[in-house]
């Protein structure tokens, strides 16, 4: 970063930066549950990161630092967790839309593979026969469709966790150049 834009960066409120984070957030959590998809974290984690970096930069130590460090920590803590249970919980689809059937898919770490797809019934486990049955590769595509939505959604619960460990890290770590100023500087009033 040039020592212009450092400059420049310095001048600014640190309340612009952390305007800007929290309607990234406000906005991503939206998306999160009415319109997932990757191409938007990607943004996400472009514009919030940028807001992040901005923040850190020109930040000012606060009195109740350590709250902000706790909640954001929390919440990073949150997603974070959310976003394992989407990696490693298995999940399934239902075939029908009364009753239980369910096709059982995997998680996406260990997904089951296209002709080991089979309907069960969704409270017994029982392998549902039918007199026409369903074609397998319909199983394949409606698994392939919901490990595409859980996919995003790790991807977005991890970025949203990022952005928010890092803003508490932020909180509880000091500035260099203000830590520099105060061990000058000792007996001030």
Same mark, same amino acid.
């Given at each position: 970063?040039?020592? =212009? ?107 089951? =593979? ?21 074609? =397998? ?47 000058? =500087?000792?007996?001030?009033?």
């Amino acid at each position: 970063m040039s020592m =212009q834009l450092h400059g420049r960066l310095g001048q600014v409120h640190p309340r612009w930066f952390t305007t800007a984070f929290w309607v990234i957030l406000v906005v991503s959590t939206y998306w999160l549950v009415f319109n997932s998809d990757w191409q938007w974290w990607l943004l996400l984690a472009a514009f919030g990161g940028a807001a992040n970096y901005c923040w850190w930069r020109v930040r000012r130590p606060q009195k109740l630092r350590a709250l902000w460090a706790l909640a954001c920590g929390l919440i990073a803590t949150a997603a974070l967790l959310s976003a394992g249970w989407a990696l490693l919980t298995p999940f399934s689809v239902s075939t029908e839309s009364v009753g239980n059937n369910r096709v059982v898919c995997g998680s996406i770490v260990n997904r089951v =593979q296209g002709d080991d797809l089979r309907e069960t019934d969704g409270t017994s486990g029982e392998l549902i026969v039918r007199d026409r049955p369903i074609p =397998q590769s319909e199983f394949v595509r409606v698994c392939a469709n919901d490990a595409d939505y859980r996919t995003s959604d790790l991807v977005g619960a991890t970025v949203i966790g990022l952005l928010f460990a890092v803003r508490a890290t932020g909180h509880l770590v000091r500035r260099a150049d203000i830590a520099t100023d105060e061990a000058a =500087q000792p007996f001030r009033s």
